[in-house]
Structure formats: structure tokens, C-alpha cells
């Protein structure tokens, strides 16, 4: 067993001896939903105050509004009663540290992990890698406050989002753990 197998299943021993939370409901408590990063860093929990059974939280690289993404909002306005939804994207994110090229090159050339310096990515290893890098868009961000606002707008001009939905645009600072406003995404989010 792995080291990190075994720190997880301890870890859910021990929350599982004190766990009082099966009787909620299905339904988030507090009627909203976050959009965000998959960066470890960031502990929505933690930065909006949430409890289990507060919100629902959808996570991936960039807290970008993906098709999955929509996808999940939408499951939780329709069946589950969101009515208000938050984009919040990051400081620092790694998520602009490439672009699609470069993650497709990578890619091609072999599938192990790859690494960074000051020269930018380099492949640790060769092959073998893959040509079906370049049929995803990996929604890279040249910039934060762009990338919420881009974001903010497809989110409320798809046309299964009802408009009458409000979403919020911000920017967490990983340094400081403050939730930045984006204007321009808070006005296209009403």
C-alpha cells in the first residue's frame, strides 16, 4: 500500500468515527455554487465559508467554465436549486505558465510528467507520447481578471443558463487569501 493510500484511509477512519452529517439534504444548503481552480492552495471551504452541505464546489484546471463545467452549474441550478453562482480564479495560477502549443508539444513527445525552469517546460523523458493533445482546448490564461470576465460571459450567454441567474467574477490571492472583485465581471454577471 501506498504511503498516501494509507495517510487517506486513516484519515477517513477518523473522520468517519465522527461523522454526524448523514442527514442532509441533497440540495445545497445556502442556494449557490462556486466555480474554481483545482489548485491545492485554494481551500473554498475555507475562503467563502462553507460547511458540508453549503455549496457546490466544481473544480478544474484554471476554474475555467468548460462544457463539463456549464455542465455541472446548470445540474445544479435545474435539479438542485443554485441560484446564484461565483467564478473565482487565482493568483499565481499554473494555468499560465503554458499555452496550448506548448501543452500539445509536451504531450507528443512522451506522457510522464514534465518540468519547468527558467527556460520554460522541458520533458523529463521520451516517449511515448500522443498527437491527441491537440484536439483539446486547455483554456490557458494570459490574464486573471480577462480570463473571469471571458469566463462570466459564456457562462451567462449559454443558452441553458437562465439570465435571471447572477455570477460573480473574482480573483483569489494565493498570497493573501482575499477574494479579489472583477468589476467588469461582476456588471456581466448581473
Known amino acids: 500500500m501506498s504511503t ?28 449557490f455554487a462556486i466555480l474554481t481552480c483545482m489548485d491545492a492552495r485554494l481551500d473554498p471551504a475555507k475562503y467563502a465559508g462553507l460547511s ?6 466544481i473544480r478544474n484546471a484554471g476554474g475555467r467554465a468548460s462544457d463539463d463545467a456549464i455542465r455541472s452549474l ?18 499565481d495560477c499554473g494555468m499560465e505558465t503554458f499555452n496550448d502549443e506548448i501543452m500539445r508539444d509536451l504531450l507528443s513527445h512522451s ?12 520533458d523529463c ?9 491537440k484536439y483539446i482546448d486547455w483554456l490557458t490564461i494570459r490574464d486573471q481578471a ?8 459564456r457562462i451567462k450567454s449559454h443558452p441553458l443558463v437562465p439570465s435571471d ?3 460573480y ?12 472583485e472583477v468589476p467588469a465581471a461582476v456588471e456581466a454577471g448581473r
Open 146 to 153: 480577462q480570463s473571469v470576465l471571458e469566463d462570466v460571459v
Open 4 to 31: 498516501i493510500l494509507n495517510e487517506v484511509l486513516m484519515a477517513n477512519r477518523d473522520y468517519v468515527a465522527g461523522f454526524d452529517k448523514g442527514d442532509l439534504p441533497m440540495p445545497p444548503g445556502r442556494h
Open 169 to 180: 467574477g473574482y480573483i483569489y490571492d494565493v498570497k493573501t487569501g482575499q477574494l479579489i
Open 52 to 57: 458540508e452541505g453549503d455549496a457546490h464546489v
Open 111 to 122: 506522457l510522464k510528467t514534465a518540468s519547468i525552469d527558467a527556460d520554460g517546460w522541458h
Open 125 to 133: 523523458c521520451e516517449g511515448p507520447g500522443s498527437a491527441e493533445g
Open 165 to 167: 441567474i447572477p455570477v
Open 74 to 91: 446548470v445540474i445544479s441550478y435545474k435539479l438542485l436549486g443554485t441560484r446564484e453562482w461565483f467564478v473565482i480564479h487565482h493568483t
